[in-house]
Structure formats: structure tokens, C-alpha cells
Nanobody, 123 residues
Framework: QLQVVESGGGLVQPGESLRLSCAAS????????IGWFRQAPGKEREAVSC????????NYADSVKGRFTIIRDNPKNTVYLQMNSLKPEDTAVYYC????????????????WGQGTQVTVSS
């Protein structure tokens, strides 16, 4: 079965850090751009970050720029989202997804989606 699986979510206090992982199963991530999206209760899914297939380009939403870093480790078939200085407004379910063409802020271009991992930032 071809899928991506997220892990690394949890409950942290404001200002702390988390690292999310996105691992591929059944296919090689090398040829895919990987995007991270998040969805908070009652809100639409929003794009957070994206990295091109070989990591030559990255993009970030303004709300996370300077705090989040997306990194890919193709030999490990994994992409990471390092999240620092977390804020309560970062609370959401985080999803990773694979796009065979390019980085995009459009969720409909992504072909493989994970089930999501919950991130809660609260004191």
C-alpha cells in the first residue's frame, strides 16, 4: 500500500519545539515534493511548508516563517518539519502529502496523504 505516515506530534508548552516526521511506505520519496498542511478545529486546511523533490527549494507560510524548517532525508525516505517557538495558534492536526510534480499550496495536487498527527500547544 502506497502511503505516507506522520509522527512526532504531541502536547507542548508555548515556546517549545517539536519535530514531525513524514515517512513513505511503498514508494520512494525522492521523486516527490512534500508538503505539510494543518487543520485546526473549525478551520480550513492550510498549507504550512513544502520542499521540492531534491530539497533545492522550500516554501513556508508567513505564519511559520522563521520558526519552522522543512528538511528531507531521501536515504531515510523521510521528510521532517522542525517546529520551534511554538505558539497556541499552531495547534492543529498536521498532515504531510506527496506531490509528483512540484511544491504547491494547492492540496488537490497531492496524491498521497497521511492520517495526520495532533500538535497541541498549551500552557
Amino acid at each position: 500500500q502506497l502511503q505516507v505516515v506522520e509522527s512526532g506530534g504531541g502536547l507542548v508548552q508555548p515556546g517549545e519545539s517539536l519535530r514531525l516526521s513524514c515517512a513513505a511506505s511503498g514508494f520512494t520519496l525522492d521523486y516527490y515534493a512534500i508538503g505539510w498542511f494543518r487543520q485546526a478545529p473549525g478551520k480550513e486546511r492550510e498549507a504550512v511548508s513544502c520542499i521540492s523533490s531534491y530539497g533545492e527549494s522550500t516554501n513556508y507560510a508567513d505564519s511559520v516563517k522563521g520558526r519552522f524548517t522543512i528538511i528531507r532525508d531521501n536515504p531515510k525516505n523521510t521528510v521532517y518539519l522542525q517546529m520551534n517557538s511554538l505558539k497556541p495558534e499552531d495547534t492543529a492536526v498536521y498532515y504531510c502529502a506527496a506531490d509528483p510534480i512540484r511544491c504547491s499550496w494547492n492540496p488537490s495536487q497531492y496524491v498521497y496523504w497521511g492520517q495526520g498527527t495532533q500538535v497541541t500547544v498549551s500552557s
